[in-house]
Nanobody, 125 residues
Framework: QVQLAESGGGLVQAGGSLRLSCVASGLTFSRYAMGWFRQAPGKEREFVAA????????LYADSVKGRFTISRDNAKNTVDLQVNSLKPEDTAVYYC??????????????????WGQGTQVTVSS
């Protein structure tokens, strides 16, 4: 059974930074592409960033390019999202997701098989 557990969310002022982390179990992590999505109150869940199984390809939503960085550590079964220069509109629950095996990064929610419970990020102005 695949389990994904996010951590690292919190309350931060605009312009601040956080490092979100997702630890995976129940799968051969190094074979899976990973993604981060977010859902703000009253809005649909949206793509944020993704990384392929081998870490060579990454994708970012236009709204976070240059501010967010996705990375993975296959030895630790973790995928991190470094979020910098945070804006109030970044406030959302952030979810990690897994798809695979042996596939690249994807921005499409429907292509992900497993999801975590989410971690709340709140950015105050």
């Amino acid at each position: 059974q695949v389990q994904l557990a996010e951590s690292g969310g919190g309350l931060v002022q605009a312009g601040g930074s956080l490092r979100l982390s997702c630890v995976a179990s129940g799968l051969t992590f190094s074979r899976y592409a990973m993604g981060w999505f977010r859902q703000a109150p009253g809005k649909e869940r949206e793509f944020v960033a993704a990384i392929g199984w081998n870490g060579r390809n990454t994708l970012y939503a236009d709204s976070v390019k240059g501010r967010f960085t996705i990375s993975r550590d296959n030895a630790k079964n973790t995928v991190d999202l470094q979020v910098n220069s945070l804006k109030p509109e970044d406030t959302a629950v952030y979810y990690c997701a897994a798809r695979g095996p042996w596939v690249g990064a994807s921005a499409l929610m429907g292509e992900y098989d497993s999801w975590g419970q989410g971690t709340q990020v709140t950015v105050s102005s």
